[in-house]
């Protein structure tokens, strides 16, 4: 197995064991390489495993910026007015301490960052710079033109080399070893060779990222984002958290087919971007006079939806964002990746618009952890990022996700680390030897299966049941004839054709993916029944209206967190829990009422 060149690598045993450590972190995005370079920082050696090359995680794409309150451009901007805005678009159902936590920490997060080397867009005095973002009071998003994602990836790669962080790539984990209520390890294979493996550690941290390539259309690539951290933690006996809230970005790509769903940033709209019906109508006027085309994520992906769904979409299904009344050079300078994505298109955007789409981006639920450490309820295992529950509520603040990899990454590993100065790296666990004959049947019989449905196929109709009954808008009517279609399609994953899958060498991969991508639809789809209400980038035809009463900033007992867990017989179970009480010092930044200056965009 290679590596990247400066990291480590682990080797593997005739017997599929790796080269220990007491901590292994799958999945080497921003999150993952965040709490691994925490834990280097504090001498606990740990291994990082990921699905794909180093340095090629889906943080790359999170263009437009990461929020911090610096006060830059608006010195008027305070840490409890950023939670007030990410609680009040989260719909009130956000967890407020991790919300707070948030807020206050990620200043010192992105310097910290900058410091190791990010290049942070700098002001004329050499300050970081900051843009506006959807449904944000000030102008609090830091960002390096808008590859932000990729800049932030690439320093963090860089520190973890500079630390001789082990890294492995190619691998993809199919269980997390649970023995008395502790973790022990994980099991998976080598996506090159096939070789099952076994990697003892203990602790785990699951930083996997979302599900959102459940979707026909979506920012991710096929092969990532596929419900691997939620699968693993529910197999593993945690539970999962608001998993029916899943935001659809409002401008994805529409054309070239190998394009379609991929992110045009919120960062061209943030920068005075304007989105026009075939008409010429400017229609998020009628939607939000406000905010406009800075209103919140949910309503502007909507309105979209609406339009097109009015006949007053383009030919090829999407609407016209328009940024060429701003200066050409402008352009060029702050968004350098759209403005050379859509040349490659034939497409100049500094003088004709770009067709975009709503495309499913990001969810705000997962994996159910402690607000302060990231620890879940199986001792041992942790969340992190994309994969977990509780900032964002129902909607997420663009600019918020990259933040969160950074503030929680560091928890996650302090965590870590005193239960290791507490109790000892002595929680590694050699696999039951019949668990590990049946990882290795598994992977051989599912490398061989010639059954009857590829699982190519089935991942393609997977997205197409998730597109349409639990897409942007959704009804009761829509999510049963889902989960009616969803269970069919989990009794045709029995018996997959493997080995003559058109997928080709990505056969095993997928048809190991399946389960987890199955797993996730069912949460979201029942998540999705379960809550009879609109909030947030959750919308129900047949309920429109959410609580009027739930919309205050100290809420109610209806406000409620939808919970998922595996029950006694193996089914799923849901449950509801009230959402804590908001701290009061965010109580009264909400009561302020701050907004977004539109005008400073016109």
Partial sequence: MAASEGVLAGGASPD?????????????????????????????????????????????????????VLGTLDPDDRWDIHAADTIREGGYICDPRSVELLARESPARVMELADWGCPFDRTAEGRINQRYFGAQSFRRTCFVGDVTGQAMLDSLVDKARELHIPFREDIFITRVLVRSGSVGGALGLDLESGAPLHFPASSVVLAAGGCTSLYRRSSSRDDENTGDAVALAYDAGTALRDMEMIQFHPTGMTAPE??????????????????????????????????????????????????????????????????????PDMVRERLPSIHGRFLDQGIDITSEPMEVAPTAHYPMGGVVVDADTGATSVAGLYAVGEAAAGVHGANRLGGNSLAETLVFGRRVAADIVRDLETDGPDGRLSPDPADWERHVTRVDATRTA??????????????????????IVRSGDGLRAGLAELEVLTRHARDLDVAGSRAGPHALARALTLPFALLAAEAILRSA???????????????????????????????????????????????????????????????????????HLE
């Fill in 529 to 599: 029944l379960l809550r009879d209400e609109s909030r947030g980038a959750h919308y129900r035809e047949d309920h429109p209206e959410g609580h009027p009463e739930d919309r205050t900033a100290a809420g109610t007992a209806r406000l409620v967190n939808i919970v998922c867990r595996r029950g006694r017989d193996g089914g799923m179970r849901l449950s509801t829990s009230p959402v804590p009480p908001i701290p009061p010092v965010i109580q009264q930044a909400l009561a302020e009422h701050h907004a977004l200056d539109y005008h």
């Fill in 450 to 471: 010639r059954g009857e449905h590829d699982p190519e196929d089935l991942m393609a109709r997977l997205r197409g049941i998730m597109w349409e009954h639990g897409g």
């Fill in 258 to 327: 190998e394009m379609r769903g991929r992110l045009v940033t919120e960062a061209v709209r943030g920068e005075g971007g304007r989105l026009f019906n075939v008409r010429g109508e400017r229609f998020m006027e009628r939607h939000a006079p406000d905010q406009m085309e800075l209103a919140a994520r949910d309503v502007v992906a909507r309105a979209i939806w609406q339009e097109l769904r009015a006949g007053r979409g383009t030919e090829g299904g999407g609407v016209l964002l328009d940024i060429s009344h701003q200066d």
């Fill in 16 to 68: 599929g064991v790796e080269d220990g450590a007491p901590v292994l972190i799958i999945g080497a995005g921003a999150a993952g390489l965040r709490t691994a370079i925490e834990l280097a920082r504090s001498g606990v050696d740990c291994l990082v495993v990921g699905k794909r090359r180093h340095g090629d995680a889906h943080t790359r794409w999170a263009a437009g910026g990461v929020n911090a």
